[in-house]
């Protein structure tokens, strides 16, 4: 059958990377984590001590540095200039500074370029902000994922502990709007759902049920 594009957006934390994952998985497709790709970038400038707010310094920096997404079998795995970042750029720190990195219309416009270069041939599930708005618009299911806030925390909050991590579902809650506030607002590409997107709300959902959804659309545009 047909190698499409899949895009799923929505606001943080709303389970995108676990369904784009499994997706990508039963469908033998490429996962496309986006959002990796900004964290990376965002990784990079606190090392070097660049300014968040500086557009020129950090457009030299993603010149520089060259982001691999490459799947494996405990998941995706991410480096940059060869080192394995995947953890760290979960961390409190990239996590709370990554949206003001993304606001740059120049860093978008080069990860948007890379983004498109990775999903070239089809056969790609890729998850984000702006992929059903700008980043692939003739993708053939876009689905828009939302949760509540609340959910959204408690879901976060689960998971670091059974990781064993600290975790204040308060401070959670308080990051988690901030973040889609920033990424709501920002003037080029916002978080929004695509007009031609499915928008499936997951606040009493499974995974499996979500899977599930998306799967029957899948199957009726392949
Ligand atoms: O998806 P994740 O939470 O890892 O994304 C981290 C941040 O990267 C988002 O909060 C947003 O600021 C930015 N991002 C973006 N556009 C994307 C993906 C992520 O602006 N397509």
């Given at each position: 059958s047909k190698?499409?594009s899949?895009?799923?957006?929505?606001?943080?934390?709303?389970?995108?990377s676990t369904?784009?994952k499994i997706?990508a998985e039963?469908?033998?497709?490429?996962y496309?984590d986006?959002?990796?790709?900004?964290?990376?970038?965002?990784?990079?400038?606190l090392?070097e001590?660049?300014?968040?707010?500086?557009?020129k310094?950090?457009?030299?920096l993603?010149?520089?540095?060259y982001?691999?997404?490459?799947?494996?079998?405990r998941?995706q795995?991410?480096?940059?200039?060869?080192?394995?970042?995947?953890n760290?750029?979960r961390?409190?720190?990239?996590?709370?500074?990554?949206?003001?990195?993304?606001?740059?219309?120049?860093?978008?416009?080069e990860m948007?370029?890379?983004?498109r270069?990775l999903?070239?041939?089809?056969?790609?599930?890729?998850?984000?902000?702006d992929i059903?708005?700008?980043?692939?618009?003739?993708a053939?299911?876009k689905?828009?994922?939302?949760a509540?806030?609340e959910?959204r925390a408690?879901?976060?909050?689960?998971e670091?502990?059974?990781?064993g991590?600290?975790?204040?579902?308060?401070?959670?809650?308080?990051e988690i709007?901030?973040?889609d506030k920033?990424?709501?607002?920002?003037?080029?590409?916002p978080?929004?759902?695509?007009?031609?997107?499915v928008?499936?709300?997951t606040?009493?959902l499974?995974?499996?049920d979500?899977?599930?959804?998306?799967?029957?659309?899948v199957?009726?545009?392949?």
């Amino acid at each position: 059958s047909k190698r499409i594009s899949i895009a799923i957006d929505g606001p943080a934390a709303a389970g995108k990377s676990t369904v784009a994952k499994i997706l990508a998985e039963r469908l033998s497709y490429l996962y496309i984590d986006t959002g990796a790709m900004y964290r990376a970038l965002t990784y990079r400038a606190l090392q070097e001590g660049i300014d968040l707010d500086d557009e020129k310094a950090l457009i030299a920096l993603l010149k520089d540095t060259y982001i691999e997404l490459k799947p494996s079998e405990r998941g995706q795995l991410v480096f940059v200039n060869g080192e394995d970042v995947t953890n760290i750029i979960r961390n409190e720190k990239v996590t709370n500074s990554v949206s003001i990195v993304a606001k740059h219309p120049l860093v978008r416009q080069e990860m948007v370029a890379r983004q498109r270069a990775l999903a070239q041939h089809g056969g790609v599930v890729m998850d984000g902000r702006d992929i059903g708005t700008h980043v692939l618009p003739h993708a053939e299911v876009k689905i828009f994922l939302k949760a509540s806030v609340e959910e959204r925390a408690q879901r976060r909050h689960a998971e670091n502990i059974a990781r064993g991590f600290e975790s204040d579902l308060e401070t959670l809650k308080e990051e988690i709007a901030r973040r889609d506030k920033i990424d709501s607002e920002r003037k080029v590409a916002p978080l929004k759902k695509a007009e031609d997107a499915v928008e499936i709300d997951t606040t009493s959902l499974s995974v499996d049920d979500v899977v599930n959804r998306i799967m029957e659309i899948v199957d009726e545009r392949t």
